[in-house]
Each structure stands twice: as structure tokens, then as C-alpha cells.
């Protein structure tokens, strides 16, 4: 939760190639004050059934900017092994992008909700409400 010194940051992820939420997700998070600061790790979580990650680390006072490293790799693999379980002729390569880093800019007293859309070959983040 933010206060008036601190910003907070949410996300889920929308799995777009088959139009559901992306579970398991490993998402790490890390800030920074000042764009030449050092990135300081604070922890990270996974997206539960609905693809949300609900339990991100507060960020500490001082905060400017937040990373948001989402491990896809091991998501598309697991979702790889299911199709050829399904339907042993698909091969497919399995994630274009192995990882993806969203990193943006906040301030203080702000709640930043970021969704990832995420399929095998793309994605596209965007701030939310």
C-alpha cells in the first residue's frame, strides 16, 4: 500500500495466446532512487490462478524507479510440455522471450498496476488502474 513517501506497484499477466491468466509466473522486483542509483533487489512473488501477483514487497522511501523481471521461459516451457502431451506434433520453439524487464519511473504516494500481455512471441505492458 502506498503512503504519502512511498509509492506501490501491482501486476497480473494475461497469457493472449489463449486468452487466460498466466499462472505461476516468477516475477522478481527491484528499485532504485535516482536514475544513476544502484538497483537494490526487494524480493520478489509468482502469479497465483488468476495471473495477479498480489504480494510484491513494498518499495522503500526514496523510490524513483521500479524493475519488474518476469521469468517466462519456465512458463512457456511448462505450457509447451502440456500441448505435446495434447498433441505430440506441435514443436513449438517455446518462448521468444526467456525473461521480461518493465522498468518505469514513480513517485510517491502513487499505486502503479502493471499489466504484462504475454504470449510466445511478444508482449506489451501498459500502466493500469
Known sequence: MSTETTASVSTHILDTSIGKPAEGVAISLSARTGPGGEWAALGGSATDVDGRCKDLPALPE????????????????KKQ?????????????????????????????????????????????????
Request: proline fraction near 8%; charge should be negative.
Open 62 to 77: 526514496g523510490t524513483t524507479h521500479v524493475r519488474l523481471d518476469f521469468e517466462t521461459e519456465t512458463y512457456f516451457s
Open 81 to 129: 510440455a502440456e500441448a505435446q502431451q495434447d498433441a505430440p506434433r506441435v514443436r513449438d520453439s517455446g518462448a521468444f522471450f526467456p525473461e521480461v524487464t518493465i522498468t518505469f519511473s514513480v513517485n510517491p504516494g502513487e499505486h502503479y498496476h502493471v499489466p504484462l500481455l504475454l504470449n510466445p512471441f511478444g508482449y506489451s505492458v501498459y500502466r493500469g488502474s
